[in-house]
């Protein structure tokens, strides 16, 4: 298996724009989740999914920041607006049920917003 | 009483030389205590994990130590190299919710040649 993918691995764009990252769960793994990175906060989760229903979204910090799983091979976040406060690595991990919790990361989406 | 509690923030050792970092945490609900390890511009990946119904877990050069009455759970890596010098995460996750991950707050580790 290729692993998590993720896509653009680098991302730039400048304040007000909308931002869409990319990503694709292993196959056969029913949890999908969203995580931010950056130096002050750590990994944050912002929202998991499971069989493409999300679940918990309590970490969303903005209305600006939406994601959607519209199949089991797919899913994205989106930004919009995007904000400099934005800028961060992003995440997407999956993981099969009936584990106690191993999640397999992607390589992650820079984000930088100018 | 989610949170898990990492220290140090960064680590510099000699090769050879045995790191230690160390988690708590509140919440006695956590009953699978992952690490993971991130290398600059990559995902983190699982390293190692620990139930709470044992006390060591060794998997190569790397071991988890665990105290359940402390709430605390410790990494060491024997022996190490330059090529361990990455980010390290301990985690912690329960039954239910998912199995969300609850990250610490990670270790940079520097491991001189």
């Known amino acids: 298996d290729a692993g998590v993918i993720q896509s653009p691995r680098h991302e730039v764009t400048e304040m007000g724009q909308e931002v869409t990252l990319r990503c694709k769960p292993i196959?056969?793994?029913?949890?999908l989740f969203w995580y931010r990175q950056t130096m002050m906060r750590g990994l944050e989760l912002l929202i998991y999914f499971n069989n493409n229903v999300p679940i918990d979204d309590s970490g969303m910090p903005e209305d600006r920041f939406s994601a959607k799983m519209p199949n089991a091979s797919f899913s994205t976040l989106k930004i919009q607006p995007s904000e400099p406060r934005d800028s961060a690595v992003y995440f997407c991990?999956?993981?099969?049920?009936?584990?106690?919790?191993?999640?397999?990361f992607g390589p992650g989406t820079r984000l930088t917003v100018t | 009483q989610q949170q898990v509690k990492q220290s140090p923030q960064s680590l510099i050792v000699q090769k050879g030389g045995i790191p230690i970092i160390n988690c708590a945490y509140e919440n006695t609900a956590f009953d699978y205590f992952p690490w993971y390890q991130q290398f600059p511009g990559k995902g983190p990946a699982l390293l190692i994990a620990?139930?709470?119904?044992?006390s060591e877990k060794k998997e190569g050069r790397f071991t988890i130590s665990f105290n359940k009455s402390a709430k605390q759970f410790s990494l060491h890596i024997m022996d190490s190299q330059p090529g361990d010098s990455a980010t390290y995460f301990c985690a912690a996750s329960r039954s239910g919710s998912a199995r969300q991950l609850t990250f610490g707050s990670g270790t940079q580790l520097t491991v001189l040649p």
């Open positions: 196959s056969g793994h029913d949890y």
């Open positions: 620990i139930r709470p119904d044992v």
């Open positions: 991990a999956s993981r099969p049920t009936g584990t106690l919790g191993e999640q397999y």
